[in-house]
């Protein structure tokens, strides 16, 4: 079983910057991939970036290729997602997520945990 918990979330001017975290528990945590997503209102929830926990192969979504980084540290069972140079399109709901099937992460396929959510807000 493992559990994620979202933080650092919050309310930032374009161009601004934020950092996520997700703290993971339980003890096979090191054997899985995560990743993060977002839900907008009114739109589904998209990929927003994953990270295989074997390959450390890190896919990001086109929409925040170069703006945002995936990370991870193994010893505190965090997971961060540093976001830069913030749009207003950026604003949404951002879950953390874990698997132990990376392609289950950027495929959108069954993932096996979730977070509860961390909101993002852009002001233009």
């Known amino acids: 079983q493992v559990q994620l918990v979202e933080s650092g979330g919050g309310l930032v001017q374009a161009g601004g910057s934020l950092r996520l975290s997700c703290v993971a528990s339980?003890?096979?945590?090191?054997?899985?991939?995560v990743g993060w997503f977002r839900q907008a209102p009114g739109k589904e929830r998209e990929f927003v970036a994953a990270k295989n926990w074997d390959t450390l192969t890190i896919n990001y979504a086109d929409s925040v290729k170069g703006r945002f980084t995936i990370s991870r540290d193994g010893a505190k069972k965090t997971v961060y997602l540093q976001m830069n140079s913030l749009k207003p399109e950026d604003t949404a709901l951002y879950y953390c997520?874990?698997?132990?099937?990376?392609?289950?992460?950027?495929?959108?396929?069954?993932?096996?945990?979730w977070g509860q959510g961390t909101q993002v807000t852009v002001s233009s």
């Open positions: 339980g003890r096979t945590f090191s054997s899985y991939s």
């Open positions: 997520a874990a698997d132990p099937l990376y392609r289950n992460l950027i495929t959108t396929g069954p993932i096996s945990y």
